[in-house]
């Protein structure tokens, strides 16, 4: 089992960075990809982000290419998401998640994430 806990998040101005946290505790040592997800007041939940310790793979949604940067850090057991640059539209809920299965490739988001943080409120505004 994994278990996660997101933190980081809050109220920040347009053009603004903030670095989300995702704690992880893992019962067995097996491989697993974070991702990070986020939902929009009245949007669909959309993955942004992923990172995987089967081959250290990332990958980054369009919608904010260019703008965050993955990373973990293995001996906190910690991943972090860095978000700069951040706009109004950014706003939302971000989760992280965990999978068992499935590498950060193109369609990594229809993987079997089994694993859930609560999530953390980001606010983008002035």
């Known amino acids: 089992e994994v278990q996660l806990v997101e933190s980081g998040g809050g109220l920040v101005q347009p053009g603004g960075s903030l670095r989300l946290s995702c704690a992880v505790s893992?019962?067995?040592?097996?491989?697993?990809?974070i991702g990070w997800f986020r939902q929009a007041p009245g949007k669909e939940r959309e993955g942004i982000s992923c990172i995987s310790s089967f081959d250290d793979s990332t990958y980054y949604a369009d919608s904010m290419k260019g703008r965050i940067a993955i990373s973990s850090d293995n001996a906190r057991n910690t991943v972090y998401l860095q978000m700069n640059s951040l706009k109004p539209d950014d706003t939302g809920v971000y989760f992280c998640?965990?999978?068992?299965?499935?590498?950060?490739?193109?369609?990594?988001?229809?993987?079997?994430?089994?694993?859930w943080g609560k999530g953390t409120l980001v606010t983008v505004s002035s």
């Open positions: 998640a965990a999978t068992l299965l499935g590498l950060c490739t193109t369609g990594w988001d229809g993987a079997p994430f089994a694993f």
């Open positions: 893992r019962s067995t040592s097996d491989d697993t990809a």
